[in-house]
């Protein structure tokens, strides 16, 4: 397979070339357990450096901090895939944050190597006294100012799966493996059930996937758990009709974070059902072929398999759940607001008829002040104390003979135009016929 590329992680230490070292990254120390001729019931310890990776062992198992490029430490982490033989893919992955790839890849000698990627949204919830349970904050890398919005997380757990087998070595790097990774292998080294590796290696894949499912479904009962106490609140507002409770109590942006965070997980769910249907199909390139054993090992690890993605497809089925009733909320949330308009629109109604209403009672006391105060009449008092003599000047006269007039005009206009409206209105259907641009006009009584 010479026509392979390698390029000597080029694109990995272009990326370490711009990231600064941070105190949690000053030292990358890997802790090993391996099962030696030296100590056949296997032994841990910790490494600084490449030096004890040289010895040989049967069965090595690397928990190795994650692969970040970072300028500090880019030398001794490609001095280790070197020694390892990761092929530059596998770095290339890592700084495009793939994580839905399967590799399996034979080399000339008979051995191959095999490897994901995983990326993670990371949910965890904060509880406060008094205060429903929330997502916890976290920043989008580090120095970055914490976010001030209701269940806004920016953190991401993100591993890789490294497996080699040359000749009767097998070999496992797990780069920043989450704690139900840890603790699947952890349970796995303490069952001294080390044969069936040995056999087909695949099966460090199938430990690996069974820590991330409880990993992921954790995620997703988190999930549940923040948003349970939301979907109350807005239902119990529903109820209610407490508007002013929904305005000062519900966050929306605290629901469209959760939706936000459902879509992630349901990325990730899906990324591990591919990933599991990757390790199905080259699972038979694993084993090896020298007795009637490995048939059987094969059968029961892809039988595993199989059993890892129904697990999945279970967590997947609740996320899809869950998100329907974020959507439902979500609607919800929109109709009480719409419903809440409305409302206010009535409220702003009544108000007009209230003005109105006033306006009608006093219109005739205004109307005959105005009348009275304008050049129609004019008032005289009478010199034998008589009193004051209100007499009609001509204009008086005169504006009855032009409004008379036009009030009439204007109620027959009022008049005819009412008639046209009701009586004469056309719709034009337009129709397309046989492909031409031709039209009828149909009159709609």
Same mark, same amino acid.
């Given at each position: 397979?010479?026509?392979?590329?390698?390029?000597?992680?080029?694109?990995?230490?272009?990326?370490?070339?711009?990231?600064?070292?941070?105190?949690?990254?000053?030292?990358?120390?890997?802790?090993?357990?391996?099962?030696?001729?030296?100590?056949?019931?296997?032994?841990?310890?910790?490494?600084?450096?490449?030096?004890?990776?040289?010895?040989? #062992?049967?069965?090595?198992?690397?928990?190795?901090?994650?692969?970040?490029?970072?300028?500090?430490?880019?030398?001794?982490?490609?001095?280790?895939?070197?020694?390892?033989?990761?092929?530059?893919? !596998?770095?290339?992955?890592?700084?495009?944050?793939?994580?839905?790839?399967?590799?399996?890849?034979?080399?000339?000698?008979?051995?191959?190597?095999?490897? !994901?990627?995983?990326?993670?949204?990371?949910?965890?919830?904060?509880?406060?006294?008094?205060?429903?349970?929330?997502?916890?904050?976290?920043?989008?890398?580090?120095?970055?100012?914490?976010?001030?919005?209701?269940?806004?997380?920016?953190?991401?757990?993100?591993?890789?799966?490294? $497996?080699?087998?040359?000749?009767?070595? /097998?070999?496992?790097?797990?780069?920043?493996?989450?704690?139900?990774?840890?603790?699947?292998?952890?349970?796995?080294?303490?069952?001294?059930?080390?044969?069936?590796?040995?056999?087909?290696?695949?099966?460090?894949?199938?430990?690996?996937?069974?820590?991330?499912?409880?990993?992921?479904?954790?995620?997703?009962?988190?999930?549940?758990?923040?948003?349970?106490?939301?979907?109350?609140?807005?239902?119990?507002? #529903?109820?209610?009709?407490?508007?002013?409770?929904?305005?000062?109590?519900?966050?929306?942006?605290?629901?469209?974070?959760?939706?936000?965070?459902?879509?992630?997980?349901?990325?990730?769910?899906?990324?591990?059902?591919?990933?599991?249907?990757?390790?199905?199909?080259?699972?038979?390139?694993?084993?090896?072929?020298?007795?009637?054993?490995?048939?059987?090992?094969?059968?029961?690890?892809?039988?595993?398999?199989?059993?890892?993605?129904?697990?999945?497809?279970?967590?997947?089925?609740?996320?899809?759940?869950?998100?329907?009733?974020?959507?439902?909320?979500?609607?919800?949330?929109?109709?009480?607001?719409?419903?809440?308009?409305?409302?206010?629109?009535?409220?702003?109604?009544?108000?007009?008829?209230?003005?109105?209403?006033?306006?009608?009672?006093? $219109?005739?006391?205004?109307? /005959?002040?105005?009348?009275?105060?304008?050049?129609? !009449? /004019?008032?005289?008092?009478?010199?034998?104390?008589?009193?004051?003599?209100?007499?009609?000047?001509?204009?008086?006269?005169?504006?009855?003979? /032009?409004?008379?007039?036009?009030?009439?005009?204007?109620?027959?206009?009022?008049?005819?135009?009412?008639?046209?409206?009701?009586?004469?209105?056309?719709?034009?259907?337009?129709?397309?016929?046989?492909?031409?641009?031709?039209?009828?006009?149909?009159?709609?009584?």
């Amino acid at each position: 397979m010479s026509w392979l590329r390698n390029d000597d992680y080029r694109l990995y230490r272009f990326r370490a070339s711009h990231v600064l070292d941070t105190p949690a990254f000053a030292r990358w120390a890997l802790h090993i357990w391996e099962l030696t001729d030296e100590a056949p019931g296997g032994k841990w310890y910790w490494e600084m450096g490449t030096a004890g990776l040289t010895t040989p #062992a049967r069965l090595r198992i690397i928990l190795a901090p994650p692969a970040q490029p970072r300028q500090g430490t880019v030398s001794e982490i490609t001095e280790f895939y070197r020694l390892l033989g990761i092929p530059s893919d !596998f770095t290339t992955e890592y700084t495009q944050a793939v994580s839905h790839s399967f590799s399996h890849r034979t080399e000339g000698d008979g051995s191959w190597c095999a490897w !994901f990627h995983f990326l993670c949204k990371n949910v965890s919830v904060q509880r406060e006294e008094g205060q429903p349970p929330e997502v916890a904050r976290r920043t989008p890398s580090f120095g970055r100012p914490l976010s001030t919005l209701p269940n806004a997380d920016y953190g991401w757990f993100r591993s890789s799966f490294f $497996l080699r087998r040359d000749g009767d070595s /097998v070999t496992l790097v797990c780069f920043g493996a989450m704690t139900g990774v840890r603790g699947r292998v952890g349970h796995f080294i303490d069952s001294k059930a080390w044969d069936d590796v040995l056999v087909n290696p695949y099966i460090l894949f199938d430990i690996v996937l069974e820590g991330l499912y409880f990993d992921v479904d954790q995620m997703v009962w988190n999930m549940n758990i923040v948003f349970g106490p939301i979907e109350h609140k807005m239902l119990e507002s #529903a109820h209610n009709k407490d508007f002013k409770k929904l305005n000062s109590e519900l966050s929306f942006a605290a629901v469209h974070n959760c939706a936000k965070h459902i879509i992630f997980l349901g990325e990730v769910l899906e990324s591990c059902t591919m990933l599991i249907d990757g390790a199905i199909n080259n699972t038979p390139k694993a084993s090896r072929s020298e007795t009637q054993s490995p048939s059987l090992v094969q059968e029961q690890l892809i039988e595993t398999l199989r059993y890892r993605r129904t697990l999945f497809r279970s967590t997947q089925l609740r996320l899809s759940s869950l998100q329907k009733r974020i959507d439902n909320v979500i609607a919800l949330a929109f109709n009480l607001v719409t419903q809440q308009g409305s409302t206010a629109m009535m409220q702003d109604s009544r108000v007009m008829k209230a003005i109105a209403a006033i306006t009608i009672v006093f $219109l005739p006391t205004t109307g /005959v002040a105005t009348v009275l105060g304008s050049q129609l !009449f /004019v008032s005289e008092w009478k010199g034998d104390g008589a009193g004051w003599d209100v007499k009609t000047t001509p204009l008086f006269w005169i504006t009855w003979w /032009v409004s008379v007039p036009l009030t009439i005009c204007v109620i027959i206009l009022a008049a005819v135009w009412q008639w046209w409206m009701s009586g004469e209105k056309k719709r034009f259907v337009w129709r397309k016929r046989d492909g031409g641009s031709e039209t009828t006009e149909k009159k709609v009584s």
